[in-house]
């Protein structure tokens, strides 16, 4: 007999919907957001002095999968407009097997381009710098294990000894590119859906004069 107090409990507070749109490759956005609020809210225990230092592994990789899950949800979204409107679009087959970050930039520097984004106004000022940033992030926690595990599968440490990261100097770079990223996430969304609703409206018209 299952022990679930937790699942399907009619109760007007505490609940939490997953797939809420039936269509949960749209909800990349959605997760990316709760852990990077998730993450801001526990690194703000790092302005003081009284913290542990394994507080602050939750706040590392809680940013760490945001910003796999935003990057993700631009891949997804804007290879879906790119392919609506006829522009060469990335291939995304494979886009949740792996947790790599610099895998999925050549894609996201295509989007970029076709939208005619760049990151000029922000602190990285480039893509390239930008990329260069994502880089160091995966040059630190290539598969999404460092922040999670003090050992790999091997037995051996995953990061040097003494290996030390500065959480809230981390969470405000973090924070303004997630912000950004979720930005351009959002505008790839509204974009399709005006797109495929003037494709839509135009397909009516052309079959109203037909008729």
Do not use: C
């Not at 290879?79 to 006829?86: F, V």
Request: proline share 5%; hydrophobic share 45%.
């Amino acid at each position: 007999m299952s022990f679930k107090p937790f699942i399907n409990i009619a109760s007007p507070t505490g609940n939490v919907v997953f797939n809420f749109r039936g269509n949960p490759i749209r909800d990349l956005g959605a997760f990316a957001s709760g852990y990077r609020k998730a993450a801001t809210a526990l690194a703000t225990a790092f302005n003081d002095n009284a913290y542990a230092d394994y507080e602050g592994y939750p706040v590392l990789y809680l940013y760490r999968h945001s910003l796999e899950l935003y990057l993700k949800a631009v891949v997804y979204r804007g290879a879906e407009l790119m392919g609506l409107i006829g522009t060469d679009m990335p291939v995304i087959e494979k886009l949740f097997q792996h947790h790599g970050l610099v895998r999925l930039m050549p894609a996201v520097r295509a989007i970029f381009k076709a939208m005619k984004w760049d990151f000029e106004g922000t602190e990285f000022q480039s893509f390239d710098k930008f990329a260069a940033f994502v880089e160091s992030i995966e040059s630190i926690d290539p598969g999404s294990y460092a922040f999670r595990y003090p050992i790999n599968p091997a037995g051996e440490a995953h990061l040097p000894h003494h290996f030390t990261v500065n959480v809230p100097n981390f969470s405000k770079v973090m924070n303004a590119t997630l912000g950004y990223l979720e930005g351009a996430a959002d505008l790839l969304l509204d974009t399709f859906q005006s797109e495929a609703e003037a494709r839509y409206e135009l397909e009516q018209l052309m079959a109203q004069d037909e008729n």
